[in-house]
């Protein structure tokens, strides 16, 4: 659900929440949008970035879609939908995987001054 998902995001270093888009729940590192919770009816929706890999095998699988708008656009983003609670475990890998996608995608100085992906 909704809370569930704000906590797990919250949860990891460095982000931002802000409310956007329709009252979408709209999660941030560094300033860049990583994970998208919303309500559409009954619906809980999750849109998050995906590596080309996942991307590939998401899109085929039940429950799971491309996201529209940022898809069309070229971009790896997935929707996940009417899934069943035992996806949880899963979500939370995509978001985490999300959410270093797009860390990594920081400037090097951006990435520096949050203390992220620097070596150990």
């Known amino acids: 659900n909704l809370a569930e998902f704000n906590h797990f995001c919250e949860s990891l270093p460095c982000t931002t929440h802000v409310v956007q888009w329709g009252n979408s729940d709209v999660w941030k590192v560094g300033g860049e949008v990583f994970a998208i919770g919303a309500l559409a009816g009954t619906d809980t929706l999750f849109t998050f970035k995906t590596s080309e890999q996942n991307y ?17 656009r070229g971009m790896k983003w997935i929707k996940q939908y009417n899934c069943e609670n035992d996806e949880d475990e899963a979500l939370e890998y995509y978001l985490s995987a999300s959410y270093k996608l797009v860390s990594l995608g920081l400037t090097k100085k951006m990435q520096k001054e949050l203390g992220l992906n620097q070596p150990q």
């Not at 590939?56 to 069309?72: I, T, V, W």
């Open 56 to 72: 590939y095998f998401l899109e085929e699988k039940p429950g799971y879609r491309p996201a529209p708008y940022l898809a069309s």
